[in-house]
C-alpha cells in the first residue's frame, strides 16, 4: 500500500518537474553575449519610412548552447502556414509587426516555430507565450531569414 501512494505523488508530480526543465527567456537572451554588450550601447532603431529600402541583416550570430533546450518566450506570430481556423507554422518575433514592416529583425531576433497541433487564429493577433524545443538554425523564405527553429509544445495567450 506504501509503494502505492508513493507512486501515485510521482505521477501527480510529474507535470511539475517537467515545466522545471522549461527555461523562460527574453528576446536579448538569444544573442550571443559579445552581441549583447554591442548592442546595449546601439541606438535604438526607427521603423518610419525612411527605413524602407534597408534590407535584414545577413549576419546569424546565434547561442547554440541553446539546442534541445525547452524554453518558454514571449512574442508575437507571424503567420506562415495554416488554415481558417488553426495556424501551424509561423515566425515569432520581438514586437508587433516584425516581418512586415521593412526591415525584419536580425535573423537571431526571429524564430520560425513549428506547431502541427495548430494555434487557433484568435489566441494569435496579440502577444502570446511559445514553449518548445529551440535549434540554433538559419532557414530563409521571402518573408526573412531567421537563426533559430522551434518545435512548438504550447501556445498560450500572454499574460503576465
Request: net charge negative.
Amino acid at each position: 500500500m506504501k509503494m502505492i501512494k508513493y507512486l501515485l505523488l510521482a505521477l501527480l508530480a510529474l507535470p511539475y518537474l517537467a515545466s522545471a526543465n522549461v527555461i523562460t527567456m527574453e528576446w536579448d537572451e538569444l544573442l550571443p553575449e559579445a552581441e549583447r554588450l554591442a548592442q546595449a550601447q546601439a541606438p535604438d532603431l526607427s521603423h518610419d519610412a525612411s527605413m524602407a529600402n534597408q534590407q535584414q541583416s545577413t549576419d546569424v550570430n546565434v547561442r547554440d548552447d541553446l539546442n534541445g533546450k525547452t524554453v518558454r518566450l514571449p512574442g508575437f506570430v507571424v503567420p506562415l502556414e495554416g488554415d481558417e481556423h488553426t495556424i501551424t507554422e509561423f515566425f515569432l518575433v520581438p514586437y508587433f509587426g516584425a516581418c512586415i514592416h521593412v526591415p525584419p529583425p536580425p535573423p537571431n531576433q526571429i524564430i520560425y516555430v513549428n506547431y502541427p497541433k495548430g494555434a487557433p487564429i484568435d489566441d494569435v493577433w496579440g502577444a502570446v507565450w511559445i514553449e518548445g524545443k529551440i535549434k540554433a538554425e538559419t532557414k530563409s523564405n521571402d518573408l526573412a531569414t531567421v537563426g533559430y527553429t522551434m518545435e512548438g509544445i504550447k501556445v498560450e495567450v500572454y499574460q503576465e
